[in-house]
């Protein structure tokens, strides 16, 4: 099995891991007896192996898979997101401006544009500030739409894992400060394109109306309003022309009540907005490139005598998979090189080796654990590209011979079963030989009843 650890960031790795972690606390140890050789083989310090390990393991169960299709599921969410906030935009644009058929109220359209967003800015900083956490409504969304699209039924364990690794750098809320604050951004520059474009189109008057309030209360707060998008450019009506816009539209300050509702959009909506999205995607980057292996969780402290061990030790302890796991393609063909064969528990009655060329590599007949270790070792540091294993089919197919039969696959490019015949005087049960051939196709291995000494040798029969 061929891991690519370039496709996968930093993070994703991470996550993998914090995913196995998880798995293995709620529901048991995996059957990891290969997984850990390998780290073993590969080296490097603990955080290294157990991320190896976890890797492999990963790979094996279709985690990886279910992870590329989650981010898949992640992109399509966003993006439906995105539409929706184009949309809002739009409304609320239409809802401020109107028509064109009446003056619109300057301070009504305001509330339009900046009300809602204001509340809701005010209840994501409470969140942050006081809480130190906020799961935003449309954090939430986005997170159960990357599950729903994911279509990938192993995608379920991925997101909590997720949830609990930024969790350790309290990088949830800077993660969701991002898509908020960037969602309302996308929607309230919408908003202000098509105000620009209803103001270059259309003719618009503009008033303010009260019936409890006085003018003056109009003109300190236009003025106030005002005094911030002044600095950057945009104008600012005077009291006079104030004060005379409430008793109806003025021609000659429709210019000026325009630019001055675009600037306090811009000031007080859009770039508060923009500003925390910096902000949040500053710290996530921050926080994610500090993210690290916490070796103190539970789960990691029981690796370190398998994976680092003081002392090897030999055998499987591990319980019964409940289906054997298939063999992939196996090793790729640039790193593998020569042809291997080898015998699993034959009995003395049959003459081994036969004869081989000398391009054919004869690794014994293996009957022990230290035998099986040691060829296991070998095959993982030199993989060969062809390799085949003979099999007594007189024996039944159990689970540690099939078990073996796959590890010792995944070590090669090419592997065949080679079906010994029968010693002379004697046949094959039948039944028995029909279990190792059903055996064989769950592992996906082709097999041959007689010497497969040619396809050795040569590559092909």
């Known amino acids: 099995m061929v891991i ?3 496709a996968l960031t930093p993070l994703d790795t991470l996550w993998l891991t914090e995913t196995i972690r998880l798995r293995e606390e709620q529901a048991g140890a995996l ?13 490097g310090d603990l955080r290294t ?6 890797l492999w393991l990963a790979e094996r169960d279709g985690l990886t898979g279910a992870l590329r299709h989650w981010k898949q599921g992640a992109r399509l969410a966003l993006l439906a997101l995105l539409v929706v906030a184009l949309v809002s935009g739009a409304g609320l644009a239409l809802a401020a401006m109107g028509d064109g058929q009446h003056p619109v109220n300057v301070f009504w359209a305001l509330g339009s544009l900046l009300g ?3 509340i809701l800015l005010l209840g994501w900083l409470a969140g942050l500030l006081l809480a130190g956490e906020h799961g935003a409504i449309l954090g939430r969304l986005w997170l159960w739409l990357s599950d729903k699209l994911a279509r990938d039924a192993r995608a379920a364990q991925l997101a909590p894992a997720l949830l609990v690794l930024l969790q350790r750098q309290r990088l949830n809320r800077w993660a969701l400060g991002l898509l908020v604050n960037s ?7 919408c908003a202000l394109a098509l105000m620009l474009l209803l103001m270059a189109t259309r003719r618009y008057g503009f008033v303010w109306e ?3 309030l006085g003018s003056d209360t ?3 707060l236009t003025q106030a309003l005002g005094a911030l998008p002044a600095l950057l450019g945009f104008g600012v009506p005077d009291e006079s022309l104030i004060r005379a816009s409430g008793d109806g539209s003025i021609e000659a300050a429709r210019q000026l009540w325009a630019t001055w509702l675009v600037g306090v959009l811009l000031v007080y909506g859009i770039l508060p907005r923009l500003l925390l999205a910096l902000l949040c995607l500053w710290r996530w980057r921050r926080g994610r490139d500090q993210l690290a292996l916490d070796l103190n969780l539970p789960g ?9 061990p003081s002392s090897e030790r030999l055998g499987v302890n591990d319980p019964a998979p409940a289906a054997l796991h298939q063999v992939p393609s196996g090793v790729s063909a640039q790193y593998s090189d020569g042809a291997v064969l080898v015998a699993i528990e034959l009995d003395e009655q049959r003459s081994w080796p036969p004869a081989l060329p000398k391009t054919i590599a004869d690794a014994g007949i293996l009957d022990s654990r230290e035998s099986r270790k040691k060829l296991l070792d070998q095959l993982t540091r030199f993989p060969p590209a062809r390799l085949a294993i003979a099999c007594d089919p007189r024996r039944s197919p159990d689970r540690g011979s099939l078990a073996l039969i796959a590890e010792l696959a995944r070590c090669a490019t090419a592997t065949r079963v080679w079906l010994l015949p029968a010693p002379a005087g004697q046949a094959l049960d039948s039944a028995r030989l029909s279990d190792w051939h059903e055996a064989l196709q769950q592992l996906q291995l082709p097999w041959a009843d007689s010497a497969p000494l040619s396809w050795l040798e040569k590559g092909h029969d």
């Open 4 to 6: 690519d650890v370039t």
């Open 31 to 43: 059957e990891d007896q290969e997984a850990n050789r390998r780290a073993r083989a590969e080296g």
């Open 49 to 54: 192996r157990i991320t190896r390990r976890a």
């Open 116 to 118: 809602l967003n204001l």
């Open 183 to 189: 969602l309302w951004t996308v929607a309230l520059l």
């Open 210 to 212: 009260t019936t409890i």
């Open 218 to 220: 109009f003109v300190h």
């Open 300 to 308: 990691y402290g029981t690796l370190r005598e398998r994976l680092m």
